[in-house]
């Protein structure tokens, strides 16, 4: 395995730099870096990268190959403006990083998954509404909420920390207060635990000090029990503005017996990020149907379109999860999708599902348990005539 690397990540300028560690080395490619990028610093948004050029006097330039990269080298993110999600599929084999801490981060050799925000293929697929790119933040950042609440709150700030005075909002900012932060909790789920409101009710306080609540030992219960009034009935207006996470669990869409509000919730359990996306822009149920049929004959032909194949896998993705949560069974699933059980496509589908690098991901955690699982077969009886062998 290649030595340890470490990288100066410039977000814009240098007022923002932040460390990245990969314990294997340096990627294979660029796309395989830029993932590592996106995973570890959860960057949603298309963008491109530039490295420090020492021919032409330390001047950032594009980077196109990572030969370029050395150790304690500098690159630098660009955000690209854009309304498209880029899509470019991988195949080589490289390494990934899992994200750890802001400071350091294991990767192993993996299957490389598709790289979203990277900007590096000609392939475009339009993003759906409600199509997310990472999981809940490791710390959750409190959005701008409206310019009336904003002023409010900066004067209410400024008040406590000269007085010590709080802030008793009104009814209409306090609304506005938890829309905002309803809109970005749905960015990352619509069905977030309990941990998770706890989470939000705190950055609040902690960013608007002037909100904290007297008489309650954390000084923010009042704001968590809020948000998760205000969350059911914003799934409620979602349902009925037809967004599938939410809809899936109405009434009329659970099985005969279970027509109660409470039974058999159909949400994200195991990671889920993109658990029920919407389908792409300008496409319908029909549509999507009609090149599920054209992404079947492409798997039957003998001379196999492969990058047509992750392109219409890509586009499906959305309404192949919607048949997945009405639970078919398994044969008639893979009659519908054959492509599905490929190898490198469940390595895909995974990264699409969770945005998570599952190869990279399995070794990573893997090696960081290595040392104990060989502790652990030291122990075995098997373990020790395993030693006499190899020492004989």
């Keep these: 395995m290649a030595g340890r690397v470490t990288f100066r990540v410039l977000f814009g300028g240098e007022d923002d730099a932040r460390k990245l560690a990969i314990e294997s080395g340096i990627p294979s490619t660029v796309e395989e870096f830029a993932l590592q990028i996106k995973t570890f610093f959860q960057v949603t948004e298309p963008f491109r990268l530039q490295y420090r050029d020492r021919e032409m006097d330390d001047q950032f330039m594009n980077l196109t190959s990572t030969s370029e990269l050395e150790d304690k080298a500098t690159v630098r993110v660009v955000y690209m403006p854009s309304e498209t999600t880029h899509f470019n599929p991988l195949t080589k084999d490289s390494s990934s990083t899992v994200p750890g801490t802001p400071s350091s981060v294991s990767s192993s050799s993996h299957q490389a998954n598709d790289s979203d925000s990277y900007i590096s293929s000609d392939t475009i697929i339009l993003s759906s509404p409600g199509t997310r790119s990472c999981s809940w933040p490791k710390v959750f950042v409190v959005p701008r909420f409206s310019y009336c609440a904003e002023m409010i709150l900066h004067s209410g700030n400024n008040e406590f920390n000269a007085h010590g005075t709080l802030l008793s909002p009104t009814p209409k900012t306090r609304s506005d207060i938890l829309e905002g932060l309803a809109e970005e909790i749905m960015k990352y789920t619509a069905y977030p635990k309990d941990e998770q409101l706890e989470e939000v009710a705190k950055a609040l306080i902690q960013s608007h000090p002037c909100l904290l609540e007297k008489g309650t030992r954390s000084g923010y219960c009042g704001w968590k029990h809020y948000l998760k009034i205000k969350m059911m009935n914003f799934r409620s207006k979602l349902s009925r503005a037809g967004h599938p996470e939410v809809a899936v669990n109405s009434l009329k869409n659970k099985r005969k017996g ?135």
């Design 258 to 392: 279970q027509e109660k509000p409470a039974a058999n919730i159909k949400k994200p359990r195991k990671a889920e990020v993109n658990f029920c996306p919407n389908i792409p822009r300008g496409e319908t149920k029909e549509s999507m149907e009609a090149e599920r049929v054209a992404l079947l004959t492409e798997v039957k032909k003998k001379k196999k379109d492969e990058a047509a194949i992750k392109k219409m896998m890509q586009h499906t993705f959305s309404i192949r999860r919607q048949e997945v949560l009405q639970e078919p069974a398994i044969p008639e699933f893979r009659n519908r999708w054959p492509a599905l059980f490929d190898v490198s496509e469940v390595n895909l589908e995974f990264m699409r599902l969770t945005t998570v690098p599952l190869t990279s991901k399995f070794l990573g955690e893997l090696d960081r348990q290595t040392d104990n699982l060989i502790k652990q077969m030291l122990l075995s009886n098997s373990g020790k005539k395993y030693v006499l062998l190899i020492s004989n």
